[in-house]
């Protein structure tokens, strides 16, 4: 007999305090509540936004354990490690502070881990959807991003092999296995029969796991601020331990806020630059890995070059960014870890500096 599960919600945030509110709000609305919620905030002024959400939402939700603590280091990765050491859920929801929950988003999700008794799918994703919940207001920016699935579903089937192979507007495309190629999961039946299907990396802003993985294979410590990619690197690693679907009934929102974002040029420069340190840790073969870095990094100066022209930023800033990575990769190949753990913050602070 499967035993019933608990779920907690664990936000890192920084600068948020527009949208995060939304997101406690629709959490604890759920048709299935969290048995806690876990919010570490990195701003400066987070005990005013700490005090808020205590007084507005907290007070009326006496069942659900809070906990709202300031950051102990101002960076995703950390602020997640540290939610998730102060966790006691069995299956922690790692959303966004702009994630919109749909009603019954958490209910599905649990459904699925809760018709896995022998503990095979060790992570669960949201389904991505291009409208919120319901009308919100929101008091703050919507960052531009590239098209919806909305979008990408009307396109012909050439159109559609372009944007995911020339544009590289595919998050497969961007990552490279740390083996080979990706594990290779079962999914067991009942799991099946709940419109799931199987996923080899999960997206950040709707990745949910169980804490047990989760405390076996922590975010990366190294990663400071604006960590790209350390949902790809987190759940590709939890996928060595069990199976990952996403959950086609539980739906979500990614309201994409502007708040607090970086510049294209930076992002572009410490994607290929992460990815690069995340080679050097995991791959299990490091010579062929770096061939397939550099040949992605190619791909990927042509797709991020066309990019940058079809939207008129002649300053070509994610093309930039790239060479920059581009530029650091070797060092990054070459040092020895215990080289790389005083150098790599560095790096990243110089590049967010800019």
């Not at 999700?109 to 022998?118: F, G, S």
């Not at 930039?320 to 870890?337: C, D, E, N």
Request: overall charge positive; hydrophobic content about 40%.
């Amino acid at each position: 007999m499967a035993r019933s599960l608990t779920w907690g919600l664990v936000v890192a945030t920084y600068n948020r305090e527009k949208v995060l509110p939304t997101c406690l709000k629709l959490a604890v609305k759920q048709t299935r509540p969290p048995s806690e919620i876990i919010v570490v905030d990195a701003s400066d002024h987070w005990e005013g936004t700490r005090d808020r959400i205590s007084t507005e939402i907290a007070a009326y939700h006496p069942n659900i354990r809070w906990t709202y603590v300031a950051a102990h280091t101002r960076s995703s990765t950390h602020q997640r490690n540290q939610g998730i050491h102060l966790a006691t859920a069995d299956v922690l929801f790692l959303f966004d502070d702009d994630t919109f929950m749909y009603p019954m988003c958490a209910e599905e999700i649990m459904r699925v881990y809760e018709a896995d008794p022998e503990e095979r799918i060790k992570g669960v994703q949201a389904a991505a959807m291009d409208v919120p919940p319901s009308e919100l207001e929101i008091n703050d920016t919507k960052k531009k991003v590239g098209w919806s699935t909305q979008h990408v579903s009307r396109l012909g089937a050439i159109q559609r092999l372009l944007w995911k192979y020339l544009l590289l507007m595919d998050r497969e495309q961007l990552w490279i296995p740390y083996e080979q190629d990706y594990p290779d999961r079962e999914i067991p039946r009942a799991v099946q029969q709940l419109n799931t299907h199987p996923v080899h990396i999960m997206a950040g802003y709707r990745m949910t796991f169980r804490r047990e993985v989760l405390l076996a294979e922590p975010f990366e410590p190294l990663l400071l601020y604006y960590a790209m990619a350390e949902d790809a690197d987190v759940s590709y690693r939890i996928s060595r331990h069990g199976a990952l679907v996403e959950a086609g009934n539980a739906k979500a929102h990614h309201f994409n806020s502007g708040s607090g974002r970086l510049s294209r040029y930076q992002v572009s420069a410490l994607s290929g630059l992460n990815q690069a340190l995340f080679l050097r840790k995991n791959s299990d073969h490091l010579i062929r890995s770096q061939l397939q870095f550099y040949q992605l990094i190619s791909r990927r100066l042509i797709a991020e070059w066309l990019k940058d022209a079809l939207s008129r930023r002649w300053s070509l800033p994610q093309v930039r960014g790239l060479l920059t990575a581009l530029r650091y990769s070797l060092p990054i190949f070459t040092m020895k870890i215990e080289q790389l753990r005083a150098w790599y913050p560095s790096l990243q602070q110089k590049l967010l500096q800019k």
